[in-house]
């Protein structure tokens, strides 16, 4: 502590001396060099010696005059130290000589200051041409490694710390990276505008840097995506702070009027846990991230080996799944929507399955998210509306089926067409068919969408809004686009959320429906008390383990031919 304080202090006043120490040196050999050549002009000495002693006095001013330009204080005194004597040796010598001497080293004398007074200028203006450029070019550096938008690090400003921070990384610390993704934002640009989002993203970074130990890396990594860096000691901290994290991100932002709540998924990586270099690192942050998105969003995990398992099976079923439409292992199962009021069976939701011949039944929610992100999903979804037409054209008139369209789907040229095409050649009609849609579909909406509802609702074909509850929920969807069916999605009936707030949510949607005359289907249905819960809120229809599980056409078709025969009604 002591050392701390004296040591820099001591190094200062061993600086000034040794300048003390320069000065007075360069002062008295000046001085000795002229005062040897005014004795030796005094003194009459041979006029060789007289000629070397005035040349060295003479010479040495001059070079010292602008050898220390730089500081023009010492050239100047050591110049008159080396002159001045010669000049008024001379001046009272009776020697004509010495006097020429005298007058020509005079002139000398103002001269050489001047030289040496413009070097020092030269050198000034230089040096602050130089720091000018050099404070330039660390400012336009930091610019360039700076997010506008947040003042936070940029892409390459992140680079630039995380190799700065890994050089300096400390024996046995971890060295930790989150990868943080904010869930849904494009909602908020979307339906709001960039300017608002610009002002999140802001808001967001605030927050961000106010949780963060002080000497974290924070960088926006592009879109809505932020990179903490720091080090730690144990798990349990970084545990702590992601959890805060979440916590800050999620509370409320108020911008004109509006109360804006974001959510963010984040995934963590861990030196020398995972990886041993930034690029693994990331890798695994980067895979964690996208765990959290898949497990449902607006949490954290960290990496964990298995997740590399999860991506080559991603990679798997994306090669495969090409194939697995003409291997014949996709088949349609259909699980009833029942009639609450009277128990009978209304229509069928057709649910693509998927039998591989080695990691045997695999789940649409696996599958369907890779065939969306590949654009499979336009064949897929094609060839599924194809033949669950054909299976739908065998039931009674008045059992309809409703089929799940992705919203690549809808937008693929000629999908209106196509699904047109699909029914008439099944012998279905337009009126037996309702496509059931999410709320995702509208984040994009433009003409194409527009124009695809509107063609085939012309048609007599119906739309349901899928899953509703899990997104942004604006109403106005319901109003602009002609829905006949709401379906309330299964977490506010057997998920997390059950409780007196999802009853009193599908009460309220329930008794919208009733005005906007929708009917609402309850989803999730499992035990007779949610049916009676769900019909008690004002659902018209249900659907759930409760009345059957999605089963392959010979049964579902078996199901209408019990109900029929009023040997069975799928009551409570
Ligand atoms: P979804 O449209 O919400 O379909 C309902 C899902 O809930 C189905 O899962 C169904 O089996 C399940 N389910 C029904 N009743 C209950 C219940 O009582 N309890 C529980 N826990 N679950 C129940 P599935 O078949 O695994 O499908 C998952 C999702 O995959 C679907 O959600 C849908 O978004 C998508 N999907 C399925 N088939 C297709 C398809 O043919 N095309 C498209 N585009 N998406 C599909
Ligand atoms: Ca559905
Ligand atoms: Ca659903």
């Not at 010492?74 to 004597?85: D, M, R, Y």
């Not at 993704?181 to 106010?210: C, M, Q, W, Y």
């Not at 991100?249 to 984040?266: A, F, K, V």
């Not at 047109?420 to 037996?432: F, T, V, Y």
Request: charged letters at 20%; hydrophobic letters at 45%.
């Amino acid at each position: 502590m002591v050392m701390a304080y004296l040591l820099p202090r001591l190094q200062s006043l061993k600086k000034s001396l040794l300048e003390l120490l320069f000065e007075v040196g360069a002062f008295a050999y000046a001085g000795v060099c002229g005062l040897i050549a005014a004795q030796c002009m005094v003194l009459n000495a041979p006029s060789s010696v007289q000629t070397l002693t005035v040349a060295n006095a003479m010479s040495y001013g001059a070079a010292m005059a602008s050898r220390n330009a730089g500081r023009p204080a010492i050239a100047i005194g050591q110049l008159v130290l080396a002159a001045g004597p010669v000049i008024i040796a001379g001046a009272i010598s009776p020697d004509l000589a010495h006097r020429v001497l005298a007058g020509i080293t005079a002139l000398f004398l103002p001269a050489m200051i001047s030289i040496s007074v413009s070097i020092f200028e030269v050198m000034r203006t230089s040096i602050a041409a130089a720091e000018t450029s050099t404070r330039l070019a660390e400012k336009m550096q930091l610019l360039a490694r700076t997010d506008v938008v947040t003042g936070l690090y940029n892409r390459a400003g992140l680079n630039h710390h995380l190799v700065e921070r890994l050089m300096r990384l400390q024996g046995n610390r971890k060295f930790a990276l989150f990868w943080l993704d904010l869930d849904r934002f494009k909602e908020v640009n979307d339906t709001l505008g960039h300017p608002v989002g610009d002002r999140v993203l802001s808001e967001i970074a605030t927050r961000l840097r106010k949780q963060c130990p002080p000497d974290a890396t924070i960088a926006r990594f592009g879109g809505d995506e932020f990179i903490i860096a720091c080090e730690t000691d144990s798990r349990g901290e970084l545990e702590t702070l992601a959890a805060s994290l979440l916590e800050a991100i999620t509370q409320p932002i108020r911008i004109d009027g509006d109360r804006l709540q974001i959510h963010s998924s984040m995934g963590i990586a861990m030196m020398p846990d995972d990886g041993n270099d930034i690029d693994s690192l990331m890798q695994g942050a980067d895979l964690a991230l996208y765990h959290s998105k898949v497990n449902g969003r607006n949490q954290f995990s960290f990496f964990d080996p298995s997740m590399t398992r999860d991506l080559v099976r991603r990679r798997e079923i994306e090669s495969e799944l090409r194939l697995a439409i003409q291997r014949e292992e996709l088949s349609i199962y259909f699980q009833p929507i029942v009639d609450l009021g009277t128990g009978r069976i209304r229509s069928f939701e057709a649910l693509v399955r998927w039998f591989h011949p080695e990691k045997g039944e695999l789940k649409p929610d696996e599958f369907i998210p890779v065939a969306e992100e590949t654009g499979v999903i336009i064949t897929l979804g094609n060839w599924i509306t194809a033949q669950a037409a054909k299976t739908a054209a065998q039931w009674p008139e008045d059992v309809t089926l409703c089929v799940n369209l992705s919203p690549l789907q809808l937008r693929a040229p000629g999908a209106a067409l196509g699904i047109l095409g699909a029914i008439r050649e099944a012998g279905l009609k337009p009126s037996r068919l309702e496509l059931e849609i999410t709320e995702s579909v509208f984040l994009e909406a433009d003409e194409t969408t527009d124009n695809f509802i509107r063609q085939l609702a012309a048609e007599g074909v119906r739309f349901a809004l899928d899953d509703f509850g899990t997104g942004y929920s604006s109403l106005g969807y319901l109003d602009k686009y002609p829905f006949s069916k709401i379906k309330i999605d299964r977490s506010f009936v057997s998920g997390l959320d059950v409780g007196r707030k999802s009853d009193a949510i599908i009460r309220a949607v329930a008794e919208m429906a009733n005005t906007l005359e929708m009917e609402i289907v309850a989803e999730g249905l499992e035990t007779v008390e949610q049916v009676r819960a769900v019909r008690a809120a004002g659902c018209t229809l249900g659907q759930g383990y409760y009345f059957s599980r999605a089963v392959p056409d010979y049964l579902a078709a078996l199901l209408l031919v019990q109900e029929h025969e009023g040997a069975r009604r799928l009551t409570a």
